[in-house]
């Protein structure tokens, strides 16, 4: 009945605050959208310019979607690419092949590095063997998802998680937080109301919110973004759910630690950014071991697992499940920590 | 007359600082009890204590014979505390059903109590309005009727008249005058205004922590030969040295 009433209390102040509405549910939107935008950009072709050719190569050069500038003569060849905007620049004088990269941006000079190697050692092919390379011969076959395939689509599930996380630890972090500056926190003390009611309608009032969020973000990536979604759909609202609840208590539990807003925010690169180093976006395998235990107490590493799987791999339920568990065994440490915290205001 | 308070040595102390010291005191139900003294005296922890916010050190506070801290008693404490706790987004009406949800008032209780108490610190024409409009006093008005809204035996008010204006100080004074005579309520309240205390009841002067001395107004001023509460303070507070 208590709860109720603080339930309703809470969703009637959130209504009308339009701005933390919006917030919450077309924030994460306008991210998704832009970095969907950013991650699928065309990629460049690269320009190469290219002194001594042979007609054969260039043709080859250009097969492989790079665009070429021939060039005679040229004594300077950092000159040549700087004035013409080059990628890199390619040498052929006999049997001797030199190549110059700009590498202002290593991932476009490896790229084209690997792109010329691969044709001249075609080239080299031909000569010795007089026949023609068949492009087809291997074939490739994937486990998980497509030739397709582009780096948002195995970033979108973690960003979904990460933005009900976001978003709703800073907001349920910041409802409780104003209960405690305005004294309506040790107001409702004085009142018969008991410490697991304000922290259970704390997790069911924001948890609706996290809810409508989900399903509006979710719907949103899949049908509007066109984001990858080969699991079942509920598995990812209930995934999501339960990233709110861990959300849910640790913002109003670290609130309990912070005397402002301002405050409040601080927590932000403690407590959100190294999360997002460890859910996934960065390859984690490839840490220092020490560091991949770090990744294990991160409650956004296991949601990014989850999501992952289910999104991007199509795993079922029963194949995540393991994540899921965490997930509730850190929202259940923290709401018993959340009942120690509000002692403070009431010793019953 | 039973007693509806009874505070039996409460010491506390934050850190090093002691706080309340070796207080002790009952009130007896449909009185008006006033603390008397100046900010820092320790008259809000003293009254956080009552409420069952914070517990003492050593000693116990019983409320209606239960000793605090306790739940049930709880819904007989109407508290308003000296800042005005209310949510600002909401409105007056919403508030106060708020609150009388969660004394669990049912809903032609809620609808009769929040008119009576709207009506009795005169804000029913505002009810609809958002807290965040309305003025000093008005939400000091709010506090007040929430702290009436579910009918309780005991009602613990602190520093009601602060930043009020005259005319509104005097009428809630009636209105408590009122509240204890036609309806036998026992009130607490602390001020630290002397011409405030002379309505108490009893009144009990701190000082530093230590009650330095009760009774009526009346029996005070005889006791130190004093013209007003103002000089009894004084007079009691050299004494004390």
């Not at chain 1, 549910?25 to 065309?42: H, R």
């Not at chain 2, 809620?110 to 009810?127: F, H, P, Q, S």
Request: net charge neutral; with cysteine; charged share 20%.
């Amino acid at each position: 009945m208590r709860t109720l009433a603080l339930i309703k209390r809470i969703l009637l102040q959130i209504v009308r605050d339009k701005r933390t509405l919006a917030l919450l549910f077309i924030a994460p939107l306008l991210i998704l959208t832009l970095m969907n935008l950013v991650f699928n950009g065309k990629t460049v072709e690269p320009a190469l310019g290219v002194e001594n050719g042979s007609p054969q190569l260039i043709e080859s050069l250009k097969e492989s979607e790079i665009i070429v500038h021939e060039y005679e003569d040229i004594s300077d060849v950092e000159k040549a690419i700087l004035k013409d905007n080059l990628t890199g620049f390619l040498q052929i004088e006999g049997t001797e092949t030199k190549l110059t990269l700009l590498n202002d941006d290593p991932t476009a000079a490896k790229s084209i590095e690997m792109k010329v190697k691969q044709v001249i050692s075609k080239e080299l092919q031909l000569q010795v063997m007089g026949m023609k390379p068949n492009n087809d011969s291997i074939q490739t076959n994937y486990i998980y998802g497509s030739k397709d395939t582009q780096l948002f689509d195995t970033f979108s599930p973690i960003l979904i998680g990460f933005f009900v996380f976001f978003f709703v630890f800073l907001i349920s972090g910041i409802g409780l937080l104003n209960e405690r500056t305005t004294g309506t926190l040790e107001r409702l003390m004085a009142t018969p109301i008991r410490r697991g009611e304000i922290v259970a309608a704390y997790l069911i009032g924001y948890g609706l919110l996290a809810i409508i969020q989900t399903i509006i973000v979710v719907l949103f990536s899949i049908n509007i973004l066109d984001i990858n979604l080969v699991g079942s759909f509920w598995n990812v609202i209930l995934i999501n759910i339960v990233v709110a609840i861990v959300a849910l208590s640790l913002g109003i539990l670290l609130s309990s630690f912070a005397s402002s807003e301002f405050q409040m925010v601080q927590f932000i690169p403690l407590v959100i950014v190294p999360q997002i180093f460890f859910s996934g976006i960065f390859s984690i395998e490839g840490m220092a071991d020490w560091l991949q235990v770090l990744a294990k107490i991160m409650p956004l590493y296991y949601a990014a697992n989850a999501l992952k799987g289910v999104m991007y791999k199509g795993l079922s339920l029963s194949e995540i499940s393991y994540n899921l568990y965490v997930l509730l065994a850190f929202a259940f440490v923290f709401i018993i920590l959340n009942l120690f915290a509000l002692k403070r205001y009431r010793k019953l | 007359m039973n007693q509806a308070i009874s505070i039996q040595n409460v010491n506390k102390s934050f850190g090093k600082k002691n706080v309340l010291k070796d207080i002790k005191f009952e009130i007896m139900e449909g009185k008006i009890y006033g603390f008397i003294g100046p900010s820092g005296a320790g008259k809000t922890t003293l009254i956080k204590m009552i409420v069952g916010m914070d517990i003492p050190d050593t000693g116990s506070i019983y409320l209606l014979g239960e000793k605090m801290p306790n739940l049930n008693v709880l819904q007989q404490i109407g508290y308003m505390a000296q800042s005005d706790a209310l949510y600002k987004e909401l409105t007056g009406k919403e508030n106060l059903m708020f609150f009388a949800s969660l004394y669990q008032l049912n809903k032609k209780e809620r609808k009769n109590r929040i008119e009576y108490a709207a009506k009795l610190v005169n804000l029913t024409a505002d009810l609809n309005k958002k807290v965040s409009a309305y003025s000093g006093g008005m939400r000091r008005r709010l506090s007040l009727a929430i702290a009436l809204i579910q009918n309780p035996k005991i009602l613990i008010l602190d520093e009601p008249t602060v930043g009020i204006d005259p005319e509104l100080k005097l009428s809630i004074w009636n209105e408590l005058l009122r509240l204890k005579n036609e309806e036998g309520k026992t009130i607490i309240v602390t001020t630290h205004v002397m011409d405030e205390a002379d309505k108490c009841d009893v009144i009990s002067m701190v000082r530093e922590g230590s009650l330095i001395a009760t009774g009526t107004p009346e029996q005070l001023k005889e006791k130190y030969s004093a013209q007003s509460l103002d000089e009894v303070f004084l007079a009691a507070g050299r004494k004390d040295q």
